[in-house]
């Protein structure tokens, strides 16, 4: 065991650092993700705002086409009123082409009343094209300096798997596996040592024995109460002597 402790915990380290920068790495992508779905959000918003615009628009259109064909229906009715010749179809006519006028007059009051509504709008899709140009701007500066800090982090990530698959060799499968084992369950350190007689990972208190038996550094020692791998590290009166 004496051989195998040091490489363990370079082993240990190595595996700690690639699961420090790993989880730096995936929130970085979060963080990406999130200013992504953001940003797709103020976009739904502006196409929705875009076609609100179009429908006022549209609205203007039928209104100019229903006052043009107003127009023309007064234009025909004066027509036929200058050829009657009784008074009482005179009148009638009268009454048809005081109508259209009051209907023409209500379509372009109402038109007005849209291209006031029109004008608001356009403001307000200048003003959001505006933010979502400055946004996506941002966003584009912000994917590209994550894409870089995460291309480093992988860049480091992949020469710690390089020197771990160099270690990996000098340990047996069985102390790997039961290595491998508490790491990924504890995520954390799997190889601890002993303080004052208290297992270094989980705090709880070992037994006399087992802190000889670590201190022998002659098998694999494995505490009682988290499964970790222990062993004795000399404080510093004990290194003195």
Do not use: W
Not at 19 to 37: F, G, N, P, Y
Not at 77 to 93: C, S
């Amino acid at each position: 065991m004496q051989e195998k402790l040091p490489i363990l915990l370079a082993l240990q380290e190595l595996d700690l650092q690639i699961r420090s920068l790993t989880v730096k790495k995936k929130a970085l992508e979060e963080i990406l993700s999130e200013e992504k779905a953001r940003f797709t959000a103020h976009l739904e918003n502006f196409e929705r705002e875009k076609s609100k615009l179009k429908k006022f628009q549209s609205a203007i259109k039928e209104y100019e086409v229903e006052e043009e064909s107003l127009q023309e229906r007064r234009r025909k009715l004066e027509e036929q009123q200058a050829a009657v010749k009784t008074n009482q179809e005179y009148k009638a006519l009268n009454k048809e082409i005081l109508d259209t006028c009051a209907h023409v007059d209500r379509t372009e009051e109402a038109m007005l009343k849209k291209l006031e509504e029109i004008d608001v709008e356009k403001e307000r899709h200048r003003e959001l094209e505006n933010q979502l140009k400055a946004e996506e701007e941002k966003l584009n500066q912000n994917v590209s300096r994550v894409e870089l800090e995460a291309k480093e982090l992988e860049a480091q990530i992949s020469e710690l798997d390089r020197k771990r698959e160099e270690i990996i060799p000098a340990i047996d499968r069985s102390t790997l596996r039961t290595y491998q084992k508490v790491l990924n369950r504890t995520g954390g350190p799997a190889v601890v040592p002993i303080n004052n007689r208290s297992c270094g990972g989980c705090h709880l208190s070992v037994t006399a024995q087992i802190e000889n038996l670590t201190r022998r550094n002659e098998e694999l020692i494995i505490c009682e109460n988290c499964s970790r791998i222990l062993y004795y590290k000399e404080t510093d009166s004990e290194e003195g002597e």
